[in-house]
């Protein structure tokens, strides 16, 4: 039985060009754009912006 697509697993990829990412779940209803979320980037050691990667 497959799961359903309504928290798809989405990578978060830093803005500050790091490469850093981070994998969460969003859910589509209440989030139907891209993500984006303010988290610490430790290769930047800073907190920037991550971006939805697809």
Do not use: C, I, Q
Not at 27 to 48: I, S
Request: charge should be positive; charged fraction near 40%; hydrophobic fraction near 30%.
């Amino acid at each position: 039985m497959a799961r359903t697509d309504l928290r798809p697993v989405v990578k978060l990829r830093s803005t500050a060009g790091t490469g850093y990412t981070y994998v969460t779940r969003k859910n589509r209803r209440n989030d139907p754009d891209r993500l984006v979320l303010r988290k610490y980037d430790p290769l930047a050691g800073r907190h920037v912006e991550f971006r939805e990667d697809r």
